[in-house]
């Protein structure tokens, strides 16, 4: 009966996670709401995060920054990679076309407090800065690429759960041609759920 009742937990939970990615990924996918185009022609790096599992193992840094509209002064917090942001601002952090540049995002609210406050904290250093979004909502540069991710890695736990369940049965039975490629999508499956969900 304890077997039973584990199972169902298991069930419960990897189900759970499944429609928290799917939903999730649908609604930034489908968001025409918080989808936004500006014009930018400088920028800077406001707050790099490293994230890692138990402070011992890295999984990648976030890295923020304000881009600007020189004309207006409006003012933005944008969440990309330093390539997306090296292959479009110079060294001097101006855009590479004089004319500057349009980007079309979603902005969506930081979800984690100690970097909103963090980032508001640098902001508001800079006095001349107006946000029309303000310093808790962020352009997230490749939410559309994260939206894919999720719904790969709900597939991805789907597919898990369906062979984990067949390992289980099979007991010793298993051969390696199974068991390692599993355990290899396991791993992998982890090191997407952290690189979605951070």
């Not at 584990?6 to 649908?26: H, P, S």
């Not at 800077?44 to 020189?70: Q, R």
């Not at 917090?77 to 076309?97: A, E, K, Q, V």
Request: include cysteine; glycine fraction near 6%; proline fraction near 2%.
């Amino acid at each position: 009966m304890k077997k039973v009742w584990q199972a169902i937990l298991i069930i419960v939970f990897l189900v759970g996670v499944m429609a928290y990615l799917i939903i999730t990924a649908v609604m930034d996918l489908t968001n025409t709401q918080d989808k936004h185009t500006v014009h930018l022609d400088a920028g800077f790096e406001i707050l790099s995060v490293e994230h890692s599992i138990n402070g011992l193992i890295p999984i990648g840094t976030d890295h923020y920054y304000i881009a600007v509209n020189e004309k207006t002064f409006d003012s933005y917090l944008i969440h990309c990679s330093p390539s997306w942001f090296g292959d479009r601002f110079n060294s001097d952090g101006y855009t590479f076309d004089h004319s500057g540049i349009d980007i079309t995002s979603l902005c969506k609210k930081l979800d984690d407090y100690d970097v909103r406050k963090e980032i508001y904290s640098r902001a508001s250093t800079f006095e001349d800065l107006w946000f029309p979004y303000g310093t808790e909502n962020c352009f997230e540069i490749d939410y559309q690429l994260r939206a894919v991710l999720k719904l790969v890695l709900a597939a991805l736990i789907a597919a898990l759960g369906i062979v984990g369940r067949y390992i289980v049965h099979a007991g010793k039975t298993v051969s390696k041609a199974i068991s390692i490629p599993y355990f290899i999508a396991l791993l992998a499956a982890v090191v997407l759920g952290f690189a979605v969900m951070r």
